[in-house]
């Protein structure tokens, strides 16, 4: 009796045994091994402002990944915030999307969310409604354009509600990291891969960062802007950014020679480029907080970071408050073309503009289980900030619905990037197309690139040769120019763009 009892113990135990097992391997057969997708974009960084894309600033975390990674020297945006932002998060030309609008899309938030991610937002939104409107679980942030980093404004909000920024102790790249790790934490709990979207707002002016990082640069731009831009030219070339070494662009008429600005003034501007350097600087160390949790919690290889700029460095004098130190919440300083043209070496123009300087942007991405190329590799293909949505949408293995909420949605304009992360030669777009506000435009198609600045007259470049478009070929290439200029005129017409003088086809 004994024995059969004593048997009837063992058949339970290996009976319970047995369906813990079959539940435990039930859950690893279900469980989700897909890759976790993060997007980090920051604001007004110029093409040359990290230090593995030629900066003197110091970008440990930053640099890291592209050691471990992978490098775009030729990935475009949008050339300003909202209209990137747009773009990014609809998939579409942001006219079509009707920029903040949103028009005519389905987010790729909520593509995501329905593909079975936890979504997740903090930062800057610039756009219309509110993210949690748009397909985000989580949101920590300000709607707004830009903020005071010491005070907020009047739009931060958390998880949908008004959120009261405390006014001490508080600087805002430290918090959105701060609330990017308490969603990550919060989702541990999930059995779902995560989609997070960091937006920070740095290194956006206003120019304000804590005093002790702004006094760890204050007398290292004394070498001037146009030492700076040589210094970083030849270490691009070091690190193998360009496929060719192209002329590096001359100092602008309307950017003084540093060497003719008196004492003060270089002492000034000197002050202001030390409050850059530590917003980036600051937003590095807050990205290595993000990247080590990555690492502690064994998400890191399975996570496709993606980092970028959402425009080139910016060129506007809006400085008031310049008694106030940038560690003091009413100061309001910015900087101008003078540091913006070196944050854009080599390049041309700046922020707005559709020239290189405006539309290229650093662009690193780290994933240790899907990249299968050289870490440290820059690959020279042709991509745009459009292609995230497809690639997001790729990696998820889910697809954007034709309709959406009863509206038949306009195509998808990107296309995934994963071939080129696998090592590939990826089917590159056949023509891309750019505009900011009707007056700035260009295209690119092949090597061959057309760019218009401010209302003023096509130009046309060999990419291959002149990426940084110093030899203007319209006059000795009519026909070419006129094809791509009724491309564009085309395209402008189909997506809406209202203002497209004729004038522009001609030289004034």
């Known amino acids: 009796m004994r024995s059969a009892r004593n048997c009837r113990q063992r058949s339970r135990l290996l009976s319970a045994i047995t369906t813990l097992l079959l539940a435990l391997f039930a859950g690893q057969a279900i469980a989700d091994e897909r890759p976790n997708v993060m997007i980090i974009l920051c604001d007004d960084l110029g093409f040359a402002d990290l230090g593995c894309y030629g900066s003197e600033i110091e970008t440990p975390t930053l640099n890291q990944l592209a050691e471990n990674g992978l490098r775009f020297s030729q990935f475009y945006n949008c ?182 600005l008196s004492e003060e003034e270089q002492e000034w501007e000197d002050f202001r480029m030390a409050t850059f350097a530590a917003m980036v600087d600051r937003m590095d160390r807050q990205i290595g907080r993000i990247v080590k949790y990555l690492e502690d919690t064994g998400e890191l290889d399975n996570t496709l970071i993606m980092f970028m700029s959402d425009n080139g460095a910016c060129p506007f004098e809006r400085t008031r408050g310049r008694q106030f130190k940038p560690w003091d919440a009413r100061s309001y300083w910015t900087y101008d073309k003078g540091w913006a043209h070196a944050g854009n070496t080599p390049f041309r123009r700046y922020k707005q503009n559709q020239h290189e300087g405006g539309i290229s942007t650093p662009m690193i991405v780290h994933w240790p289980q899907g990249l299968k190329v050289k870490p440290g590799s820059v690959t020279h293909q042709v991509a745009h900030l459009v292609d995230l949505y497809a690639t997001a949408s790729d990696v998820a293995n889910t697809q954007r619905p034709d309709v959406y909420n009863g509206e038949r949605l306009k195509a998808l304009r ?95």
């Open 414 to 508: 990107g296309k995934s990037l994963t071939p080129i992360f696998e090592g590939k030669t990826r089917e590159p777009h056949e023509v891309l197309y750019f505009d900011f506000a009707g007056k700035d435009h260009a295209v690119r198609m092949g090597k061959w690139k057309i760019s218009s600045a401010e209302f003023g007259p096509w130009e046309l470049y060999d990419m291959e040769v002149d990426r940084t478009e110093l030899n203007d070929l319209g006059e000795k290439m009519p026909d070419k120019l006129a094809e791509m200029i009724a491309m564009w005129e085309s395209w402008a017409a189909e997506v809406g763009v209202k203002d497209r003088p004729g004038r522009r086809g001609k030289k004034k």
């Open 79 to 260: 050339a300003k915030c909202e209209t990137s932002r747009a773009t990014l998060i609809s998939g579409l030309y942001h006219n079509e999307a009707e920029i903040a609008k949103l028009a005519h899309s389905r987010t790729i938030a909520e593509t995501m969310r329905a593909a079975g991610y936890h979504t997740i937002m903090t930062g800057k939104w610039h756009m219309k409604g509110e993210p949690t409107e748009k397909g985000f679980d989580r949101y920590f942030g300000h709607l707004s354009g830009a903020t005071n980093f010491f005070t907020g404004d009047e739009t931060f909000r958390l998880d949908g509600e008004k959120f009261d920024v405390p006014q001490q102790g508080y600087y805002n790249t430290d918090a959105v990291t701060d609330y990017t790790l308490q969603f990550l934490k919060d989702w541990q709990s999930s059995d779902k891969p995560f989609f997070t979207y960091v937006a920070y707002n740095a290194p956006h002016y206003p120019l304000q960062a804590p005093e002790e990082d702004v006094r760890k640069y204050l007398g290292k731009y004394r070498v001037g802007w146009d030492e700076l831009r040589k210094r970083r030219y030849a270490k691009q070339k070091k690190l193998g950014i360009f496929e060719k070494p192209w002329s590096l662009s001359p100092r602008p008429d309307d950017v003084p020679a540093w060497d003719s």
